[in-house]
T-cell receptor, first 113, second 112 residues
Framework: AQSVSQHNHHVILSEAASLELGCNYSYGGTVNLFWYVQYPGQHLQLLLKYFSGDPLVKGIKGFEAEFIKSKFSFNLRKPSVQWSDTAEYFCAVNAHNDYKLSFGAGTTVTVRA | EAQVTQNPRYLITVTGKKLTVTCSQNMNHEYMSWYRQDPGLGLRQIYYSMNVEVTDKGDVPEGYKVSRKEKRNFPLILESPSPNQTSLYFC???????????FGQGTRLTVV
């Protein structure tokens, strides 16, 4: 079974700062990778996804993530954050052709105006 | 509008009083699942269903039941709730195994 690690529990930034959130998973086979965002009081929304192809994936709201297979990583980045990016971010992984989706513990991002 | 709908959004109940949280999706998805979200633990899967009448346990199934009599509905049943089941619950669905999951709005359950 796969497990997912998110290295940062809480990140505090100022507006316009760059953001990078780490995500590592443990599974040796082919995986599908996701980043979800949860704004305060809301449900999870998909930010971006990777199934195959170009390891640099662009998502909504200016977010991108890079899949590095050799490092079992799928880090999320945004060059310049806004106050509205304050949210909790979850990395999720499922093995290819496996319905089970495993989540990391989440990273709370607070952006100060 | 394509969506996953959960009801109720908020629920306060007492220990031992049976309750059901409903989940319905209008996207004709075959796969549905339930998660609970607790601080510092992320989302943990409770049960999942790959199709009508096909369900299986996730990582934390103790104290929960599910049923899948229709494709669109996947209710979560707590026969005898206990305070350690106080949590935020999410239902999710996906079309195929290698696609993204869509989540409901969540149900915040408090068991006193």
């Amino acid at each position: 079974a796969q497990s997912v690690s998110q290295h940062n529990h809480h990140v505090i930034l100022s507006e316009a700062a760059s953001l990078e959130l780490g995500c590592n998973y443990s599974y040796g086979g082919t995986v599908n990778l996701f980043w979800y965002v949860q704004y305060p009081g809301q449900h999870l929304q998909l930010l971006l996804k990777y199934f195959s192809g170009d390891p640099l994936v662009k998502g909504i709201k200016g977010f991108e993530a890079e899949f590095i297979k050799s490092k079992f990583s799928f880090n999320l980045r945004k060059p310049s954050v806004q106050w509205s990016d304050t949210a909790e971010y979850f990395c999720a992984v499922n093995a290819h052709n496996d319905y089970k989706l495993s989540f990391g513990a989440g990273t709370t991002v607070t952006v100060r105006a | 509008e394509a969506q996953v709908t959960q009801n109720p959004r908020y629920l306060i109940t007492v220990t031992g009083k049976k309750l059901t949280v409903t989940c319905s999706q209008n996207m004709n998805h075959e796969y549905m699942s339930w998660y609970r979200q607790d601080p510092g633990l992320g989302l943990r899967q409770i049960y999942y269903s790959m199709n009508v009448e096909v369900t299986d346990k996730g990582d934390v199934p103790e104290g929960y039941k599910v049923s899948r009599k229709e494709k669109r509905n996947f209710p979560l049943i707590l026969e005898s709730p206990s305070p350690n089941q106080t949590s935020l619950y999410f239902c999710a669905s996906k079309f195929l195994v290698n696609t993204e999951a869509f989540f409901g709005q969540g149900t915040r359950l408090t068991v006193v």
